[in-house]
């Protein structure tokens, strides 16, 4: 199970660690479940990187603004579990984990305790 919390803005955030040229990179990533993709990187990040570039994609932004951004194959470990995925680099500050990577797993948010909590798993118990 993936452990994580609320932030003070009420972002549910859990670590992700991108395994990068020289490093292993271990980061706070936020659970996006607006985003279909499996991840967005930001560019400062990026650069840090040996993820191939495999092209652009159009995306559309929850303005409606319609960006295209380029998209890298990589690997992360997510949940304990090494992944190849695709990445959106973005301009943005965070790192945003969407419903791709979140596939096959349980999502609980309690915003009560600040807790976040992801499991492998397709009934709620």
Not at 31 to 40: A, E, L, P, Q, R
Not at 55 to 66: C, D, F, K, P, V
Request: hydrophobic letters at 40%; glycine letters at 12%; aromatic letters at 10%.
């Amino acid at each position: 199970m993936l452990k994580g919390h609320i932030t003070f803005e009420d972002d549910a955030v859990v670590k992700i660690i991108l395994i990068f040229k020289d490093a292993n990179i271990q980061k706070e990533g936020v659970v996006d479940t607006g985003f279909n993709g499996h991840i967005s990187i930001p560019k400062y990040l990026m650069g840090q990187s040996n993820w191939y570039e495999f092209g652009e994609e159009n995306y559309e932004l929850a303005t409606g603004e319609i960006v295209q951004e380029p998209v890298f194959i990589g690997e992360v470990i997510f949940d304990g579990k090494k992944r190849t995925v695709l990445a959106v680099q973005t301009e943005g500050s965070d790192i945003l984990i969407g419903t791709k990577l979140l596939s096959g797993h349980l999502c609980e948010f309690d915003y009560g305790s600040k807790i976040v909590r992801i499991r492998k798993g397709n009934v709620l118990r």
